[in-house]
Every structure is written in C-alpha cells, then in structure tokens.
C-alpha cells in the first residue's frame, strides 16, 4: 500500500475498524522533501497508535492512487504479528533514491537449508506460490500428494527423497512471487539442488520436467554409498594435506568456508584427524556424499531422464556453481552438465564472485534458514555497500506470520532500493471494504476463506 503526503488525511469513522492482531502487513510510502516525510510519518503514527489501530477506511484510501514512485523520498515498515504499530513506524527507513535500482539476483538454496513447515504458512494464502508448489506436487502424482501432507504437517525432511524436491519447489515458486509483482530478476544462482531450481526458473527445463527429473534422481539415491559432507572452518589449500582416499573438497562457500565430501568411514577418519590438529569441523545433515566423484555413477540415470525432456537456452543469466561462471547455452542444452550437478562440486563463493564482479545488485535468497544471506552478507561487494541481500524467508520456523512477514520485508526493501513493486500482488491478502460494514479478518482464496496451514482440502491441486 502507498500513501502520499499530498493528499489530506482519511476521517476515521468508527464503523470502518479493522483489527489484524496476527497477520503482518505492509506500509510503504513517499514524500517529496524530508519535512513532508516526517509529517505523513507522525500522522500514520497517530492513526495507528489509536485506540483501534489499523482502520479499514485508511487502508481502503492507502490501496488506491495515494503514492508517487518519483517522489525522492520512501518509507516502509511491516506490521502486526504482535509488533507495537508506533514501534514498527519509529523503525521504518527512508531514504533518497538518488540512482537507479539496483537490479534483483535471486539465490537459491540447497540440501542442508531444508527444515520442518519451511514456508508452509504461505501455502494456501498466497496463490501464486501456492500454484507454482503444485507444479511439483501434482506432476508427482501420489508421491507428491504424501510429500505436500509430510511437509505441511511439521514432518522432518531431512532425507533427500523428501528435502531436495521441497527446497527445488520452494525456491521457484519464492522467485514466481517476486515475479508476480513485477520485479524481473537480472541473474540466478543456485547452490547445489538451487542449480536445478535456477535451471528451472529460467526456462532451460519446465517445472513438470524437473519433478521427473527429481523423482528419477532420487529413486537412485537408494544404490549410492553411504556417506555424507563435513564443514571445515579452512580454505581449500589448508585442506590439502588431510585430503586420503576418496574424501574430496564438495563445496566452496567462502574463502575459509568448505565442506568435505566422500565415503563414510573414508570421511569419519579425515575428520579425526583435522581435529587432532586443532582444526573445527562439523558434519552436515546431508546424509549422501553429494558432491563427490564416488556418485557419478548416479549421473548417467539423470542424463537419461533429461535426455527425453527439451532444454533450452536460459533466458535469465545463471552464475552456476558448477563452472563459477556464466552459464553458457551448450552448457544449458546439454543433459549431461546439469545431471553432473550431483557429483561435481558446489563452487558458491567463486561463482558469487563472478556475479558480484559483473554487477551490483539486490541478492534475494529465495529459500528457507538464510545460510545464503549469511554467506553473501561477508562478500566485500556486499561489505562495501556496492550489493545488498536479502531474505524472503526466516532463519527457522517461527511464530505465526514470520512467513508472510519475511515476504512483505522483502516487498519493502525493493520499494526502498526503488524497484517500483505491483502493489496488489504485494498486499493480496488485505481485501478491502465498504466503509459503510464491519468485515472479518480472514484472508480470503479465490474461491473462499483461505485454508489453514496444515488443511490441504481446499487447495488447487
């Protein structure tokens, strides 16, 4: 919703409250010079610090033609969810938008970031991530009719059959959202399995071919060796010396960030003796050795599966974590280079750094736990002011809205960056009303009151 200094303030009528105790919501504003700025700010404040704050007449004005993307100066805050409404507004930012955007690199997460009900509150409530989730459910058939109920009903998901087809769904149906509302990412980025979500969020392969491949994928895990990856607080060269056997670098996350990978008991050993030499390491809840020549054989059972599906030319730039490059078009048609995304290593910070030297930009980790924001917000790119990151979902699953919340922080910070978001995709779930009635605060689904996280009835398959 946008409010715009010029215009005089609504009458409040005390037939037209609208209470939301629970469900955050978004307020952005404008204002052409820093004095108009405070005034709207302190009679926002006022009307929400009144004694029935949030008024269905104010909100029913705001949503209407009350903004100027040109004005100089912007505001936001996100509130409710048990967050004091004058409290929110005292934090709010604002700033001069002095420059054009920077534009918008989505990052996308994988196997590790994965916990139980991850985004599962914006599952029936916001209906287009609602409908790209079902672009790998209802392809799944059965199996991903179990998988939809296991992860709205808080089961775990750490095993790969269950977490890798849910991080691939989550991080295309964020990035389908933040498309919704008119924001066109400039690049993509995946992190392990976030290769395949990147893939599939540029066009090279459909959502439906995905599902396929995840199900060939992950029906082959069954024959892989047992083993896993270790986090090692070292650089690739530090880790040189203790490398034996078939235990090799999996993952480069920064430049003393690595992960191990291999056999078990081949990985248990080196992680002995890295501790013996004062080294700090930490296995991962990754319980395969991703990333490591001893599951190439598993390759060839997804070259087979893309092989029969069409792949095309990306028409977003992907940075992938495979080369830590720009992917090519021979590289995005070739069924081959994505299917050795199982076995090759993750090459994150290179790649990020390829992306960072290319462009300033707004990274938006488009996934569950923040680890890629974590990462990104130690990048110098990042340090220095030249990039920024952002989240659209919370480090854990938290109080109820801390979904939505992390989405709307994410709505603001592009209306702060001065992206110039569509409003009504953004603000969806406020239904507006005659000021003349009193209305219920349920969201409301297309075709009814919204179902509850958890009732799977109602939803679209």
């Given amino acids: 919703m946008i409010v715009r200094e010029d215009r005089p303030p609504v009458a409040v009528d005390e037939t037209t409250r609208w209470v939301f105790p629970d469900e955050p919501w978004l307020l952005a504003w404008s204002a052409p010079d820093e004095r108009a700025e ?52 005292e934090r709010a930012p604002h700033r001069v938008d002095q420059r054009a955007p920077r534009q918008v690199a989505l990052m996308f997460g994988g196997h590790g970031s994965q916990h139980p009900m ?12 609602t409908h790209a989730m079902g672009e790998l459910f209802g392809p799944l058939g059965a199996d991903g009719q179990r998988l939809r109920a296991d992860w709205l009903a808080g089961h775990p ?25 008119g924001v066109r990412p400039t690049a993509l ?8 979500a990147a893939a599939t969020m540029a ?42 056997g078939d235990v090799c670098v999996g993952v480069v996350n920064g430049p003393r960030q690595t992960m191990l990978a291999g056999p078990e008991a081949e990985l248990r050993d080196v992680a002995d003796r890295l501790r013996s030499a004062g080294r700090t390491c930490l296995p991962a809840r990754i319980p395969l050795p991703f ?42 048609v070739d069924p081959g280079f994505l299917a050795a995304q199982v076995w090759r290593p993750v090459l994150f910070a290179p790649a990020l750094d390829a992306l960072l030297a290319d462009q300033d930009v707004l990274l938006v980790e488009a996934g569950p736990a923040r680890a890629l924001t974590a990462l990104a917000r130690r990048h110098p790119a990042v340090e220095a002011g030249r990039s920024a990151v952002v989240a659209m979902l919370p480090g854990s ?11 709307l922080e994410t709505a603001a910070t592009l209306w702060l960056e ?22 219920d605060s349920t969201p409301r689904w297309s075709n009814g009151p919204a179902p509850r996280v958890g009732d799977i009835s109602q939803v679209p398959e």
């Fill in 38 to 89: 405070e005034r709207l700010r302190r009679r926002i404040g006022d009307q929400l610090r009144d004694e029935h704050p949030w008024t269905l007449a104010e909100i029913a004005r705001q949503l209407e033609e009350h903004h100027d993307p040109d004005h100089p100066l912007r505001g936001a805050c996100v509130l409710g969810g048990g967050v004091p409404a004058g409290r929110g507004l």
């Fill in 118 to 129: 991850m985004a599962a509150q914006l599952y029936g409530t916001e209906p287009v991530f």
């Fill in 203 to 244: 066009g090279v392969l459909s959502m439906s071919d995905a599902a396929a491949l995840m199900a060939t994928r992950t029906a082959s895990y069954r024959y892989a060796m047992p083993g896993g990856l270790l986090a090692v607080a070292s650089s690739t060269e530090e880790l040189a010396p203790f490398l034996s």
């Fill in 189 to 196: 980025l995946g992190h392990s399995i976030g290769e395949v």
């Fill in 418 to 439: 001065g992206h110039q978001p569509h409003w009504p995709a953004v603000q969806h779930r406020v239904r507006t009303a005659s000021p003349r009635r009193r209305v």
């Fill in 291 to 332: 990333h490591s020549p001893v599951l190439q054989p598993l390759a060839a059972v997804s070259e087979a599966a893309l092989a029969k599906v069409e792949l095309r030319p990306p028409d977003i730039d992907i940075y992938s974590t495979i080369t830590a490059r720009r992917l090519t078009h021979r590289e995005a």
């Fill in 157 to 181: 998901v750490d095993a790969a059959e269950r977490g890798q087809p849910l991080l691939l769904a989550l991080g295309y149906a964020l990035g389908r959202t933040l498309q919704s509302w």
């Fill in 397 to 407: 699953a938290g109080r109820r809205g801390a979904d939505r919340a992390a989405v």
